[in-house]
């Protein structure tokens, strides 16, 4: 049989070579051209002419912040322990298989040893802790049920911090009578710390690289020259908070880790913001606009005593596409998205001023302000239950608000080129 040069197998492969040829070409000359583009227009061209415009909006329909359903989970990295604002905490250990052989004359010394990520306020020292055994059974993601009634001061068992630098092993002795105590319990060793006065220590938990650690130093009998070491991580580690808020309120903007609240806003875009050449845009031609970047300025009320200036939030932005809401309520997961491209970089006070990058809400609030996917904004800290931090805001709506403090967006943009 005699093929034809379209059912050629040599030809066949020449064509789809010469094919792939011409795509690569056509592929390096798209990217070639697309790269083009101004530094200062992220996402204009350099033969269009357009250049990035910029406004300031200060327009808030409303805000207020709410609590969220968010409890100790028992997997935080962070023990909180402390007294602080309104809020005190206890945080709570239990280690089992104590060594059987536990008496005074093999016993040499035991140790707690946590490590101390923060005291706060750093300037106040020394930082006094107490120690009490717990005399009930408990699950570290139900620390609500641990009663007050079931701690036992332990006699002896005061501890002051001189001076705790973050992450400072800190190594606390423990008398052998509670060692004894423990010894035949069937759920081990049960003790929680409470601090003294407003001090407050953020302790790492088992959850982390550096978890706390009970050493028992001992010898299997009185003959022997060798010393066994009991070094174990607690079974479970926690804290309870003995004083649970929930609130909505729409006189205030705050966001607190502990007891989390979360903050609620609704920026509104006017219809004189977006211009090019000096003429306001059409509501199309405004929804072609490319948003570069935009960034909600937010200004702090009152003091800052957790964060001042050397301690990082984490802030995320997420949007609200329920557009009925209007009056303080919590708002549900289920009504908010993090949008793609939504950045959270953890941040440093400057001043009085805390900014948050917005670029992708402001985008879908652009193309969504007239519709019923657009309901506002909500702001959450990352570190939720994981310390004492709290940020309250001069609120846009408040009366004795100074034009200084007002809230506001910072939006750069680029207008379409072609009509």
Known sequence: MTLSKSHDPEVRQKSTNAARYMFCIALSLFLLLSACTEKENLTGTNFSGVSPQEFIEDTFEFGWSYSSELKVSGKEPVILCGRYSMYETDALFQFTDLPEIINTALVDSAFFEFYALRTMPQDRMPVSLNFYTINQAWVDSLTDDVLDSHFEPIDSMSFTLSTVPSDSLIRIPLP???????????????????????????IRS??????????????????????????????????????????????????????????????????G???????????????????????????????????????????????V?????????????????????????????????VVINVTPLVQAMNLNEDTSEYGGIILRSLQEMLNFGE?????????????????????????????
């Open 391 to 419: 940020l309250e805001f001069w609120h846009p709506l408040d009366s004795q608000l100074p034009d200084a403090k007002k809230p506001y967006l910072k939006v750069r943009y680029t207008p379409p080129y072609l009509k």
């Open 321 to 353: 596409r329920n557009s009925t809401i209007n009056t303080p309520s919590m708002i549900t997961t289920t009504e908010t998205s993090q949008l793609q491209f939504t950045t959270v970089t953890p941040a440093k006070v400057k001043g009085d001023c």
């Open 273 to 319: 913001s977006f211009v090019f050449e000096g003429s306001t845009l059409s509501n199309q031609d405004r929804k072609r606009c490319v948003i570069n970047k935009a960034e909600l300025v937010l200004h702090l009320k009152g003091g800052n005593p957790y964060y001042g200036t050397e301690i990082d939030y984490s802030i995320v932005p997420l949007y």
């Open 206 to 271: 088992r959850e982390s690289l550096l978890q706390p650690r009970l050493k028992i130093y001992y010898k299997e009998s009185a003959d022997s020259e060798s010393q066994i070491i009991y070094n174990n991580a607690p079974v479970q580690d926690s804290y309870r908070i003995r004083y649970m808020s929930r609130e909505e309120s729409d006189s205030i903007l705050k966001l607190r880790n502990i007891s989390p609240m979360r903050l609620f806003l609704k920026p509104i875009l006017t219809s």
């Open 176 to 202: 052998l009578s509670l060692l004894l105590s423990s010894r035949d319990d069937p759920v081990g060793l049960n003790f929680a710390i409470r601090t003294a006065d407003s001090d407050v220590v953020e």
